[in-house]
Structure formats: C-alpha cells, structure tokens
C-alpha cells in the first residue's frame, strides 16, 4: 500500500508541476494552458464544435468553457459561427491568428515535455505510457460506476 500512496503523490506532483511550469511559459506570451488546450482541440476538428460538445469534450463545465472562449474570443484566436441548422448553436472555429498561436506555443509544449522524459528510452517511455492506460482505465471504470450510482470504494 505504501507503493501505491507513494506512487499516487508522485503522479499529482507531476501534473502539478507540468501545469506550473507550462502556465509560467505561457504567462509570457499572455496565454493560459486551458486556453491553448481549446486552440489544439479546434486545430485538430473536422467541423467546428459547440460550447456544449467542448465541454463535454474536456469533462469541465459550460461555465468555464464560455470563460475560456471569452478570453480567446477577445484575444481573435477563435469566432463563434452561427449554425446554418440551428441558429441558437454558436460553434467555435479558430481564426488564422489562433492557429499562428498554436504554431508558436507548440515550441514551448514541445521543449517541456521533452525536458520531462529526458534521461527515459523511448520504450521506457512506451511502457509507462502503458501503464498509465491500465490507471486511467480504473480510473473510467471508477467514474462510469459513480455515475451511475454504484458502490463506493
């Protein structure tokens, strides 16, 4: 049990201090983790999303997803387009100035997590990304039951 405490206060450490080391890289160019996190998840969709399908997407509230969107509308890094099926459905698309900024924070992405695996082989790499799997596979087992209503742990 002692391992497995251990080995859970490291994995939050990690997340922790990636996502500190990340928000003070970005801090420099004026953007926030969550918000390049929006812009790269745009980048990579075949049609634009809505607020709602993006907060389902990264499984945080439309609350905060209409925050991020606000920032990075401000910003010109995305548009919010009218349906042509439904004209209450805004759906978000990233602007060319948006995708100049993922250009360039990909770089700082990049060299970070670069530095994090420096010293591991590419297949120790493969191998705790493996077991990183198995984890977040208990972990969507867990939530699935939670949802609905299953035993507590």
């Known amino acids: ?18 996502h500190a080391v990340i928000e003070s890289k970005m801090k420099d160019i004026g953007m926030h983790r969550s918000m390049y996190q ?18 389902e997407k990264f499984e945080i ?24 099926a439904d004209r209450r459905t805004n759906r978000v698309k990233i602007t060319p100035k948006g995708l100049d900024a ?3 924070t990909s770089d700082i992405f ?9 010293g ?4 120790e ?3 705790l ?4 799997d198995v984890i977040c596979q208990n972990l969507s087992e867990m939530k699935k039951d939670t949802s609905r209503g299953g035993e507590d742990i």
């Open 1 to 18: 049990m002692d391992d497995i405490k251990s080995a859970m206060h490291k994995i939050i450490y990690i997340a922790k201090s990636h």
């Open 38 to 55: 929006m812009l790269m998840y745009l980048c990579e969709c075949d049609e634009s999303p809505s607020q709602k399908e993006l907060a």
């Open 61 to 84: 509230s439309a609350a905060a997803v209409a925050a991020t969107l606000e920032r990075l509308e401000c910003e010109n890094y995305i548009e919010k387009v009218t349906s042509g």
């Open 102 to 104: 993922v250009e360039k």
């Open 110 to 118: 990049m060299r970070i997590d670069g530095e994090t695996f420096k």
């Open 120 to 123: 591991l082989t590419d297949g």
């Open 125 to 127: 790499v493969r191998a």
């Open 129 to 132: 990304c493996e077991y990183l």
